[in-house]
């Protein structure tokens, strides 16, 4: 099993920052992808930025240019970013890990959700 914690949300005003945080732990052989989702009320879960462990990134447009992803693969954490804030970047933020976990039975491919931490950009 692999345990995912969030950090960093909260209230911002527009044009503002906010940097989130997510630490993976667990039976963790090696993290393929880390990434970030959002979801606004009413509508679908949508990533917002992602980085594999080659170091190639992709962001939403949406984001593109505001936001940044790192990694820190020492510490099997993840790191968005965010600048110029605006109302509708207001969702939960998720994040989200493809990792391969020791098992049992070998090396499995397990896919993971973070508990999510909420972003509300607002004056």
């Known amino acids: 099993q692999v345990q995912l914690v969030e950090s960093g949300g909260g209230l911002v005003q527009p044009g503002g920052s906010l940097r989130l945080s997510c630490a993976a732990s667990?039976?963790?052989?090696?993290?393929?992808?880390m990434a970030w989702y959002r979801q606004a009320p009413g509508k679908q879960r949508d990533m917002v930025a992602a980085a594999t462990s080659s170091g190639s990134t992709n962001y939403a447009d949406s984001v593109k240019g505001r936001s940044t992803i790192s990694r820190d693969n020492a510490k099997n954490t993840v790191y968005l970013q965010m600048n110029s804030l605006k109302p509708e970047d207001t969702a939960v933020y998720y994040c989200?890990?493809?990792?391969?976990?020791?098992?049992?039975?070998?090396?499995?491919?397990?896919?993971?959700w973070g508990q999510g931490t909420q972003v509300t950009v607002s004056s």
């Open positions: 667990g039976n963790i052989f090696s993290i393929k992808t």
């Open positions: 989200n890990v493809l990792v391969f976990e020791h098992t049992t039975r070998g090396l499995r491919q397990g896919d993971y």
